[in-house]
């Protein structure tokens, strides 16, 4: 019932995994071809489905308007009003004053007046501009057009007066007259002070407004395309390198499609796209599902994986839809990376190539993109496996980097032959995802208290035998930590033959016995001769001594926060075997009764891994080699093979997928371990009396 409970969860997670990738997968109809200029046509040869416009590219329209505007010639308008109130007041204004400060006659005032309004008034017929000083109209020059009514004429700048050359002109008058000589010169003065200080207006001024309008609409009618292609016609042949030309073909055609690509097809895309994810994480399903007893998968593994590639989706839609930058930015290397910390190296790099698969949707060039986050994401995770040492993730950025510059430098030879501003800015993505592949190392921290995994880094550190509950051990108990640190040396050689996990074998078999210091005097290693702790004591009540350091070991485990994984071993390592010299004994002295084998029994469970099997074998053997008389190749090889057929008959590795050939290699390591540790030694001689003369 519970493994059945356990399947329905898996698969409801597995179906939600599967429900979130179909919803944020893009729904549009997909374009089916990936091309770049400078590069072969790799598909067979392309016509026409439809009749298309073929659109000019950005660069050439944006020229077009470009060139509008630095040809622009600007328009003017043209003022008869505003003059004509300038001219009538200015006259009056210098009657007055020739009236009251000059001695001329009436006769000749009036007439000086009247020749004064005549040059004042063709000076605005001709027009007194104020030049614009803006710089998009400096490619005009000189030429301007000038709006006289309703009518724009070309004119130049240089045919208009300015203020300066119209006071001037007026000046000019004023000298010509040799009426105003002829007078005092008081009153010559009194009529040039008066030209001076006159503020002439302009009456030709340029028309912001006009120009603004006539400019835009001349953009506007910048047309987006440069002919037709017609249905049937062919757009490109297969094999041919995309020129320009062909590229402006393949673009037209694309963003005719997917203009004209609607609503229509919906739920048959959405069909096609809910069939590809089942699929796809259908093969990861079946691998749990297979290989998940083997791996000691569960739940919490499965949901592991799943939020690792639906987080990376996440990230990656996000990207695509509300930033304009390439999803080369996203750290997709750094989910592989999290994956073989946590989980086999195997199944890692399958979830991470679905995953990859899943987004390369996204891509501009899909080939290009799982090719390139596939290979790096291998080095990557090579470069960080089965390591145990913090500063290696600098390595491995760098690694990251070099790899995603080379492969990119090569895929952008072959399209293009050079380097374009595009791909050198690629670069910089590649950079930013590869520094962010920092981040590794608090979301091992994160995943490991959420999830309760277990990394290298953690074993690393359990492995330190100052750490306080080995030192609690190596205190207490000395005989057993001695035979904790050369246990340890025996699992990890095993498991790193046999397939597993070295350094978490190795920090389990330290672990493993730290119940022992509730009670040390009850085990051999810690007694040193004498009286027995056990003598004097019924059997069954020195089985359970023996036993309880298994429920104290967990005791300890969880006063000193050992990780679940830890904990395991010191539950595991005895499985549900006997304690088998007290059962014998027992039943010796009581041949009458039956025996209640419940009172002998460790609690187990059985061990549930390939490493706990390990450290169940190696455990025993160690221990009894101790007995051996002697140390022979066939004397260990007979022990060995004794209390390792011994719990396979007893049915101790029936919870563990292990093969009879991982079985046998156990059993060689083991043998070729306990030799070396009790090899014979060379008898040294004693120097005969004469020689120490």
Not at 669 to 680: A, D, F, P, Q, W
Request: hydrophobic content about 45%.
């Amino acid at each position: 019932m519970k493994n059945k409970n356990k399947l329905v969860v898996i698969i409801l997670l597995f179906a939600v995994s599967v429900a979130v990738s179909v919803f944020i997968f893009p729904t549009e109809e997909q374009f089916e071809y990936s091309y770049d200029k400078g590069a072969q046509w790799l598909y067979d040869d392309l016509y026409a489905p439809y009749d298309f416009a073929i659109c000019r590219s950005d660069d050439d329209i944006q020229a077009e308007k470009d060139s509008i505007v630095s040809d622009f010639i600007p328009y003017y308008s043209f003022d008869t009003l505003e003059p004509r109130k300038f001219v009538s007041t200015n006259c009056t204004l210098l009657e007055k004053t020739i009236g009251e400060k000059t001695s001329l006659e009436k006769e000749e005032a009036n007439a000086f007046a009247q020749n004064f309004k005549d040059k004042l008034s063709a000076i605005y017929e001709k027009g007194v501009i104020n030049p614009s000083d803006k710089s998009e109209y400096e490619n005009a020059g000189n030429k301007i057009r000038v709006v006289r009514g309703n009518v724009g004429e070309l004119d130049l700048i240089s045919d208009f007066y300015t203020k300066s050359s119209a006071k001037e002109e007026m000046l000019a008058v004023y000298a010509s007259d040799s009426r105003m000589y002829e007078a005092d010169s008081l009153s010559g003065f009194y009529v040039r002070d008066f030209i001076e200080k006159t503020v002439f207006v302009t009456n030709v001024a340029i028309d912001e407004e006009l120009n603004d309008k006539y400019l835009q609409s001349r953009i506007d009618a910048v047309l987006p395309m440069s002919g037709m292609v017609h249905k049937g016609e062919l757009i490109i042949s297969k094999g041919k390198v995309v020129d320009e030309h062909s590229k402006r073909l393949l673009d037209s055609y694309k963003m005719q499609f997917e203009n004209t690509s609607g609503t229509t097809s919906f739920w048959m895309a959405e069909l096609g796209v809910t069939i590809v994810f089942l699929i796809l994480f259908a093969i990861i399903l079946f691998y749990s599902l297979k290989f998940g007893r083997r791996k000691n998968w569960g739940i919490r593994e499965n949901l592991f994986v799943l939020l690792q590639m639906i987080l990376l989706s996440l990230v990656v839609f996000f990207v695509f839809k509300y930033s304009t930058v390439s999803i080369n930015i996203v750290p997709f290397v750094l989910v592989p990376l999290l994956l073989v910390t946590f989980i086999d190296f195997d199944i890692s790099f399958l979830i991470y190539f679905i995953s990859i698969f899943i987004v390369s949707f996204f891509a501009v060039n899909r080939f290009e993109f799982v090719f390139i986050q596939t290979i790096t994401g291998l080095v990557g995770m090579f470069s960080l496996r089965n390591t145990s040492k913090r500063q290696q993730i600098f390595i491995s950025m760098i690694v990251v980097f070099v790899t995603y510059s080379l492969l990119h430098t090569g895929f952008s030879l072959m399209r293009l032959g050079t380097f374009s501003e595009q791909e050198l800015e690629e670069f910089i993505y590649y950079g930013i995802s590869s520094v962010a592949l920092l981040l590794y190392l608090p979301f091992v921290f994160i995943f490991e208290k959420i999830f309760g995994f277990i990394s290298g880094f953690t074993l690393v550190e359990l492995c330190d035998t100052n750490n306080p509950a080995l030192r609690e051990l190596s205190e207490k108990a000395p005989g057993t930590f001695q035979h904790s640190v050369m246990l340890s040396n025996l699992v990890e050689s095993v498991v790193r033959e046999i397939g597993g996990k070295p350094l978490l074998a190795r920090a389990g078999a330290l672990y493993h016995d730290i119940g022992k210091t509730y009670a040390p005097e009850y085990f051999i290693e810690n007694q040193n001769g004498g009286k027995s702790a056990h003598d004097g004591l019924p059997y069954e009540e020195s089985a359970q001594k023996i036993i309880a350091h298994v429920t104290k070991g967990v005791e300890f485990a969880v006063k000193y926060k050992l990780p679940d994984q830890i904990v395991d071993f010191i539950e595991q390592h005895h499985g549900t075997s006997v304690t088998r010299y007290f059962y014998n004994s027992w039943v010796n002295a009581n041949p009458d009764k039956p025996a209640d084998i419940t009172k002998f029994q460790y609690p187990g469970p059985k061990p549930q891994s390939v490493e706990l099997i390990a450290m169940m074998m190696a455990d025993a053997i160690e221990a009894a080699s101790r007995t051996l008389k002697v140390y022979s190749h066939e004397s260990i090889s007979a022990l060995v093979n004794n209390i390792v057929d011994a719990q396979m008959k007893d049915g101790q590795y029936e919870d563990v997928d292990i093969t009879m050939k991982q079985i046998g290699k156990a059993k060689q390591i083991l043998i070729s371990k306990i030799e070396n540790i009790y090899h014979s030694r060379i008898e040294y001689p004693e120097l005969k009396s004469e020689a120490k003369q």
